[in-house]
């Protein structure tokens, strides 16, 4: 079988760039899915971040400026990984230089920057624009996504969806773009983290129809590194209550997402809780899945199953090993090529990148919560 080449761009080559090239880099790890990425070209302002990049082979084109990256014909579809304030600039630049897109979480600074993204890739129809989001390629992820797929809780009880780090309860941690709304954005900790807690509540149709929030600034400054203090101005934490419908019963859907919880180092909890059967996973305990189903009058039992590296898409990995951050990142590569090169209705499996429509209502729901947190009540969403 051929094999489709992807030419990829990428903007902005920190923490996530690195990840994305690594993840094309190990492209043999996964069963051959008839299509594969190549990094071609890499752009950003700092020289020391490039360097890193000269170790790839083939050897991508190196630039400072992302027109250059964006001028390039070769280039078909851009990564951009970018701080929050440049998401607008850049995604709309890729989208009107005719490249696909998979854009980085929280897709736009904020609600307007995100609605003008999201107006160049309507404008775009023949482009593919997905969000960031690979927690729900872990398999307790995916477990969880065909559990409700297939609606085993009966009635809705109550939906959690959390993320959660913790080293910021150290406030002698070094200030960085992330904990500055100049570049971070004023959704702080939620723009951050927001997207991997809502991502599979979203794409179970739980849209929240209202929200009471609280929002906390507990580090209100931090080291700039250079022997002073900046000011740290993000929301470090915040705790959404939401009120969500399914099948015309409303029920509490609580998204947390957290800079400053103790222990915590990039944990994703998701839990529902039904009448008919509950599910509970997370990644502090990646091989561990928690189900529980009840017939009225029968005992009430969880059962642990024990998860291998059972992925959406096959690898080199036998399902009686483990299951990483990084395999998340390249199973949610493998979900956007996938789709890239065969269509939605083409994809080897079913479970597609997060939508701008996700995204969107991720910034609908941000963006009601600032409101509700600053005044104390509890705001309606319009979807
Ligand atoms: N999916 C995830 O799990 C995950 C994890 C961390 C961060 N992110 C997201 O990835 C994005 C980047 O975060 P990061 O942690 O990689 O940040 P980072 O600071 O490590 O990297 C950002 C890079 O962008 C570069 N840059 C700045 N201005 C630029 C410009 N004009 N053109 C090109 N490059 C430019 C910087 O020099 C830096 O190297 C953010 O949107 C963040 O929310 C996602």
Redesign the pocket.
């Not at 752009?43 to 700092?46: A, H, M, R, S, V």
């Not at 990984?81 to 929050?84: E, L, Q, S």
């Given at each position: 079988m051929t094999e489709r080449l992807v030419a990829i761009g990428i903007?902005?080559?920190?923490?996530?760039?690195r990840e994305a090239a690594s993840a094309a880099a190990r492209w043999l790890h996964l069963a051959d899915l008839g299509a594969r990425p190549e990094i071609v070209s890499v752009?950003?302002?700092?020289p020391e971040?490039l360097a890193w990049y000269e170790r790839l082979r083939p050897a991508p084109r190196l630039v400072s400026d992302?027109h250059e990256l964006l001028a390039d014909d070769t280039v078909e579809a851009v990564y951009v990984?970018?701080?929050?304030y440049?998401?607008e600039e850049?995604y709309v630049a890729c989208l009107d230089a005719g490249k696909h897109l998979l854009g980085?979480?929280?897709f736009g600074v904020d609600l307007p920057a995100n609605k003008t993204i999201n107006q160049a890739i309507a404008a775009h129809p023949e482009l593919l624009a997905r969000c960031?989001?690979?927690f729900p390629f872990f398999p307790g992820g995916q477990e969880v996504a065909r559990w409700i797929a297939e609606r085993r809780f009966g009635r809705v009880l109550e939906v959690r969806s959390l993320f959660l780090h913790s080293s910021d309860l150290d406030p002698e941690k070094p200030i960085?773009?992330?904990r500055q709304a100049r570049f971070n954005g004023e959704y702080g900790c939620m723009?951050?983290l927001g997207l991997?807690a809502v991502h599979l509540p979203f794409r179970a149709g739980w849209i929240p129809r209202n929200v009471r929030a609280v929002l906390s600034d507990v580090v209100p400054e931090r080291p700039d590194g250079m022997g002073g203090v900046s000011a740290c101005d993000t929301w470090d934490n915040a705790v959404l209550l939401c009120e969500a419908e399914d099948d015309d019963h409303s029920f509490p859907l609580r998204i947390e997402t957290k800079r400053i919880a103790p222990g915590e180092t990039n944990t994703w909890v998701i839990e529902v809780d039904g009448t008919a059967g509950s599910i509970a996973y997370t990644t502090k305990y990646p091989k561990t899945l928690r189900l529980m189903a009840y017939e009225p009058g029968s005992t009430q039992s969880w059962h642990v199953l024990e998860l291998g590296s059972q992925s959406a898409y096959p690898t080199i990995t036998g399902s009686i090993f483990e299951f990483g951050f990084s395999d998340g990142v390249l199973q949610m590569w493998a979900a956007f090529i996938d789709e890239l090169a065969h269509g939605r209705d083409g994809m080897r499996q079913p479970f597609h990148c997060a939508t701008p429509e996700e995204a969107a209502w991720s910034h609908e729901l941000f963006t009601a919560a600032l409101e509700s947190h600053r005044t104390g009540a509890v705001v309606k969403m319009a979807g």
């Open positions: 903007v902005g080559g920190g923490l996530m760039g752009c950003d302002p700092n971040v992302y990984a970018v701080p929050h440049l998401h850049v980085e979480k929280p960031s989001s690979e960085n773009w992330k723009g951050d991997h």
